[in-house]
DNA sequence: CCGAGATCGAACCGATCGGTATGATCAGAC
DNA sequence: GTCTGATCATACCGATCGGTTCGATCTCGG
């Protein structure tokens, strides 16, 4: 049942397939928990096809861990415009997106970290470091749009908020993380904006 | 020059020896990032002698997992009492010295974290549990000795920029990590302390 | 001075790793 | 109907993995 048996129209269909269904094994397993060999049989395509389409396993690896930063990065972006103009809901609607992702069954913490902590290699360090370049831009943005004194340090300090809240969950207790990294940041949020305080 | 020829002495000592070359050197490849022949030449010691030691690779991870967790925490503690009696004194400490460990060279961000993101074996997921156990008290007491309204609440939230902050500094960028975590800590311990903003 | 035991170096083990090659199968284009 | 090429299953490759074993060497306690 799976990718398709011959030539089934679509290459490019089973280059997507495979990059997906090695996206959730991946990062269930982590990159080096499972070979090659196991990890095609879980996703249903051999090696031969694998190495065809992504070279290394490597290479499989970089594609996937592209995409799925800009998929996360879209989501938090969406749900930030979803929620309106007021910078407070916006940011109220980051952490409330990440409780969602806190509360998966699967989650694991954030894919790029878990990556960048094993695989010293460069070009996944750069994927890491793109990807909270991403999250930094977005929360500026907010930290902007509220008329903070000091956007760019508001900004990487709800940074350390999100990331920190994911370490968190992942490796300590997930319950009501995001609550309370929407609490601290709120409140930072605040004090960034008045002029002074009480003001 | 490494560990001694014969008996010298002390079982012990090697053992010792073992563990802190271990740590330095499995902290900066990764756990999976070297083989028990590579690390036993680079400490300087023969794979009889580790594996007696040891017993296994895993076993040797616990051991040194363990002690730099609670060298770790250690050393924070003291830099909190160093402080004096004043909360926020103790909370600046905190920072400061995680600055300090960000701009080491070998700073590789948290081991624990690190370990727990590859290796998914539960002995390892629980010492990272306990370490951040070990540093979410401390958070708390700081925020207990400070007044604030909810203290194991804020105690995590310092705990989130702690982490948030060490990820951010390890991961993109470690310049001034520490001093925008900071600033953001004392505004958070501010705002839990105060019963009503000027009050 | 001799035995116990800690260590070393090196050989060795089976398993697994990432990656390649082969031969057959099957779908679609022409 | 035939050719192209994407795919599969399988076998295979050398390298490395974690771990074991062994003989020699050295230190110390008695």
Redesign the pocket.
């Given at each position: 049942m799976?990718?398709a048996?011959?030539?089934?129209?679509d290459?490019a269909r089973?280059r997507a397939t495979i990059v997906e269904a090695a996206t959730a094994v991946l990062y269930e397993r982590g990159l080096?928990g499972?070979?090659?060999?196991?990890l095609c049989t879980r996703i249903?395509?051999?090696?031969?096809?694998l190495?065809?389409?992504f070279g290394?396993?490597?290479g499989l690896v970089e594609v996937m861990l592209r995409q799925r930063s800009e998929r996360v990065t879209q989501w938090l972006t969406a749900a930030v415009e979803a929620a309106g103009d007021d910078p407070r809901d916006q940011l109220a609607a980051v952490f409330d997106a990440l409780q969602l992702w806190y509360d998966d069954p699967v989650f694991r913490g954030c894919a790029m970290l878990n990556a960048a902590a094993q695989h010293h290699v460069e070009p996944v360090r750069t994927i890491t470091v793109r990807h909270l370049d991403g999250y930094l831009e977005l929360l500026t943005g907010i930290a902007e749009g509220a008329g903070a004194a000091n956007p760019p340090v508001l900004g990487r300090q709800l940074l350390m908020l999100v990331e920190g809240a994911t370490v968190v969950a992942a490796h300590h207790d997930s319950v009501g993380a995001g609550e309370h990294a929407r609490q601290a940041a709120l409140i930072l949020l605040s004090a960034a904006s008045a002029a002074s305080p009480c003001g």
């Open positions: 799976p990718v048996k011959g030539s089934t129209i290459p089973t080096d499972i070979g090659v060999a196991e249903g395509v051999s090696k031969e096809t190495y065809r389409h290394t396993k490597e």
